[in-house]
């Protein structure tokens, strides 16, 4: 089931004019500037004076300025760009015991990436998040989201030694999830984002995610959101099954194929709140104010209003960086503009007219 | 008395310095990838990797020898991904894996290409008389027809048998081979439809036909549906080749029961996309649980290989199963699953 969690009005902004409230968000990483780039070189190479200190400063800048630049396009949660993170699995495998790296892998092309190997059991030693997040509360006025890779995904795109199969590692990395996110409630985390890619490329592993997800939210208070992330699949071999989720939020990407697959969210009713992806990431053309809310529309024939999240369709680390901002700012003023519509009336809420 | 042939299904992973480098070169994107007439500067970078992996290969003491389809950046799509009457349209997700490949769009004829045979000619020229046989490989036409799109022959039948002559060109410009790999995984993951599935033998003779070498059709990602497995058995072919570490391998061993099998076989027994590295013991006990239970067959020859295409996988775990997969074949001593 649903959460069906009363929690989205603590991110409703203190002074938000409208009746109505579409919560603004991002999916997480945004483009890193490209001075951190370097300085990330510059730290790995043994010849030069930059050390590993130097470049915890530059991912502190480097945080404080993109959640200042979420702050700045109007969002109502912001996260930190992900500025610590190379790479969605890596990052989270360097941090858990029984991970061991061999090397890159093809992914395509000449794009590789270091797909650790699961050598023995899984466990959780220091917490991973929870410093960047008290930095990131620390710097922000807004609410603070954070994503963290869904155990099935870090299951899936690992190499497996030494399980017997991927659904027991998965119930084994839900368990770790399960912990850090206790300790990242304790240190004042409301919204936390489950990231499952994965689950469109096999999307017959359904209930593997949902019992991973069962295995999340484990002791999770309720005032505590949850969302979860899919990207770039298949929805009908996901859906209904969804709703049976324990998650408050299902964000999904669908701006990318022009909502080809919104009719399939529309029957049964659908349970959690959408966030839904009103932003193209893999298209560097800035979509006009007019058109995100033709897209956040889209949204209103699934969920009404009061359901609804607004996000990009994904990650917009690809983009050029003064495109993510100009996409991210576009995507508020059309919630804003959405929400002072409904205020009017002028809008025909699909949803909104269920019993 | 069973000879056992330790050997590889070729797409190797490049040496790391080879993917920085080629990285650098070409740069990520997808107009940045492979075109068939690269810059020396290139060539240059595929000819020494080309020269470390067949070094590699002769280490491990492998009995085939490949090329190792380091040039493939499209995969098993790459002999059409390069060639004149074809374009690349999207990036498509290889199989079920975390992998992508640029969609081929035929757009005319498929006429000789010469661009696989160049490749398997410059390994060629890297061995000498006391080498082990070299091996070619190439798709399997089934899958090379799936793996494209066609907007120009029109007919799926026609398409395949179109497909099949290409690679049968190929086939006949190559330099003097011992063994030919048809790497044929949609067999499994997409198997062809009632109305294609007969001519799918028909189409793997056209290109068996090409060569004087043994031709092995290797099949992967699970286990052949039966009936796609007996029109592969109408093919004229010296082996077929099964994946063994798939869940599904006990299908695998009734299709041989029910419905027979190649005097010669290849046997997918390493994990190619593991890093877990099995020891040469259990390659062998893999090998043997399958051959002791297909009765009334002594096979005359048993290849030895991962189960699917080795690029999935870091380097130092690669060279580490190639190690085990060659010391595999060298087991004097009878094995028993």
């Not at chain 1, 109505?20 to 190479?45: C, I, M, Q």
């Not at chain 2, 063994?244 to 997918?268: F, P």
């Amino acid at each position: 089931m649903a959460r069906n969690a009363d929690n989205r009005a603590q991110f409703r902004p203190d002074g938000h004019d409208a009746d109505h409230f579409l919560l603004t968000t991002v999916v997480g990483s945004y483009p890193k500037p490209k001075w951190l780039n370097r300085a990330t070189d510059l730290a790995e190479d043994p010849d030069s004076k930059f050390d590993n200190g130097d470049l915890k400063e530059a991912h502190n800048d480097a945080a404080q300025l993109i959640t200042e630049e979420h702050e700045r396009a109007g969002l109502d949660t912001v996260v930190d760009g992900e500025m610590r993170r190379e790479e969605m699995v890596e990052y989270f495998a360097h941090r858990i015991p029984g991970y061991e790296f061999n090397g890159p892998v093809k992914v395509w092309g000449h794009n590789y990436f270091d797909k650790p190997s699961v050598v023995s059991e899984v466990s959780y030693d220091e917490p991973w998040l929870v410093d960047e997040f008290e930095f990131t509360a620390n710097v922000a006025t807004k609410p603070v989201k954070v994503p963290i890779t869904g155990p099935y995904t870090l299951a899936r795109w690992s190499f497996n030694e030494a399980y017997d199969d991927e659904e027991t590692l998965a119930y084994d990395l839900a368990d770790l999830v399960n912990q850090e996110i206790g300790k990242l409630v304790d240190a004042g985390a409301r919204y936390i984002q489950i990231d499952e890619p994965a689950l469109a490329t096999t999307p017959d592993d359904h209930a593997i995610v949902g019992e991973s997800l069962e295995r999340i939210v484990d002791g999770v208070d309720d005032d505590v959101r949850i969302g979860l992330h899919v990207c770039y699949g298949d929805y009908s071999r996901i859906y209904p099954e969804i709703n049976d989720f324990p998650i408050d939020e299902f964000d999904v990407e669908l701006c990318n194929d022009g909502y080809e697959q919104i009719e399939v969210f529309q029957d049964p009713d659908f349970e959690p709140d959408l966030g839904l992806g009103v932003v193209d990431v893999h298209d560097a053309a800035v979509e006009t104010v007019e058109e995100i809310k033709r897209n956040i529309r889209q949204g209103l024939k699934v969920v009404p209003p009061e359901k609804l999240t607004v996000s990009p369709d994904c990650g917009v680390k690809l983009l050029p960086r003064e495109v993510a901002y100009q996409k991210t700012e576009n995507m508020v003023q059309a919630a804003r503009e959405v929400e002072a519509e409904l205020d009017a009336g002028e809008l025909d809420v699909a949803a909104a007219t269920r019993p | 008395m069973t000879e056992f042939v330790g050997t590889t299904p070729g797409l190797f992973p490049l040496p790391d310095h080879a993917k920085s480098e080629l990285a650098d070169l070409k740069g990520h994107q997808k107009g940045d990838l492979i075109s068939g007439d690269e810059p020396e500067s290139i060539t240059d970078v595929y000819d020494d990797a080309r020269s470390t992996v067949v070094a590699e290969q002769r280490d491990a003491g492998l009995d085939r020898v490949v090329e190792g389809c380091l040039r493939w950046d499209d995969m098993l799509a790459h002999p059409l991904a390069v060639h004149d009457n074809v374009g690349t349209g999207g990036i498509v997700r290889y199989y079920d894996n975390n992998n992508f490949y640029r969609d081929p769009c035929v757009t005319g004829e498929l006429t000789p290409s010469g661009d696989v045979p160049s490749e398997v000619a410059a390994a060629a020229d890297l061995l000498d008389d006391t080498d082990p046989p070299l091996q070619a490989t190439l798709p399997g036409p089934y899958s090379l027809a799936d793996l494209a799109t066609d907007e120009f022959y029109g007919d799926d039948r026609e398409f395949l048998a179109a497909v099949a002559s290409f690679l049968a060109a190929e086939v006949e410009a190559f330099p003097a081979h011992g063994t030919l790999f048809l790497l044929d995984p949609s067999l499994v993951a997409t198997p062809p439809d009632d109305d294609l599935a007969a001519a799918v033998p028909e189409a793997i003779d056209t290109v068996a036909g090409a060569t004087d070498a043994d031709v092995v059709v290797y099949t992967y990602f699970g286990a052949l549906d039966e009936k796609t497995y007996a029109h592969l058995l109408d093919a004229d072919i010296d082996a077929v080749g099964l994946d063994l570490v798939d869940a599904d391998r006990e299908t695998t061993v009734y299709n041989a029961v029910e419905y027979g099998i190649t005097d010669d076989v290849a046997l997918g027994v390493a994990d190619g996309q593991n890093t877990l590295v099995e020891s040469p013991e259990t390659l062998r006990e893999r090998a043997a649980w399958f051959t002791d239970q297909v009765p009334a067959t002594d096979f005359e020859r048993v290849y030895l290989s991962t189960n699917t295409e080795p690029f999935y996988l870091p380097v130092n775990k690669h060279r580490a199963k190639l190690d085990a997969v060659g010391a595999a074949a060298d087991l004097e001593r009878e094995v028993h699953a």
